[in-house]
């Protein structure tokens, strides 16, 4: 049986890919048009696309009232969206991911990291959810070199190694490989996309959820 996911807030699709890898059918909704979105998708407002008729909602409301990349006097110009977001999925009486940046205030969540994954990059994310997922650690002694994004410059990485740090703009290619990303996207998508690695371990675990009849 092919399980039907709906990912909102979708952007260029890093969430999504993960989810199709562990073997949903996946459908995208965003505001702005995602021309490089490689699956079914649908341009409208996140906060009222009907939820009915899937089985499994993600929802990656924006982070910037809650990230490190925008700077404390401008974020409260940015909407807080996690709240709101939450109430809708909750009545949709599905099993739901919501996910965000370390310091957004989600609830009942785990933590991922690319390293956990085997990739070369510190992009920490948080995802509540309201049914029971594990975690992996992180692993970032396993690597002699790492990305993480730079804060306030969010199309660079900040390059960590056994001798110290510095920030550069790397090749987009690298960029897409430290992501695990094999499908085009600009560098500005990349910046704020997450691998999709992380929803391909939780996809998993949902699909297995669903199958064991664990729905809500």
Not at 73 to 101: C, F, I, Q, S, W
Request: hydrophobic share 40%; with cysteine; charged share 20%.
């Amino acid at each position: 049986m092919t399980y039907r996911l709906l990912d909102l807030f979708c952007g260029a699709g890093g969430a999504s890919v993960g989810y199709h890898r562990a073997g949903f059918e996946v459908t995208g909704v965003d505001h702005r048009p995602m021309p490089r979105y490689p699956y079914e998708f649908i341009q409208a407002d996140a906060m009222t696309f009907p939820l009915d008729g899937f089985d499994a909602i993600h929802a990656s409301p924006p982070c910037q009232r809650h990230s490190k990349a925008v700077a404390i006097a401008d974020r409260e110009n940015h909407p807080d969206l996690v709240d709101p977001t939450r109430e809708r999925l909750l009545a949709a009486g599905k099993p739901y991911v919501m996910e965000n940046v370390v310091k957004a205030p989600l609830v009942n969540t785990i933590r991922l990291c690319g390293s956990s994954f085997g990739l070369p990059i510190q992009r920490h994310r948080l995802f509540e959810s309201n049914v029971w997922l594990m975690a992996l650690p992180c692993a970032h002694g396993a690597y002699p070199r790492i990305y993480e994004p730079a804060w306030n410059r969010t199309t660079k990485l900040r390059v960590l190694s056994v001798s110290g740090g510095f920030t550069k703009r790397v090749p987009l290619q690298e960029f897409k490989d430290a992501m695990g990303v094999d499908w085009h996207m600009t560098r500005p998508e990349l910046s704020e996309a997450i691998p999709p690695a992380y929803t391909q371990f939780i996809g998993e675990q949902l699909i297995a959820i669903l199958e064991a009849g664990g729905g809500t």
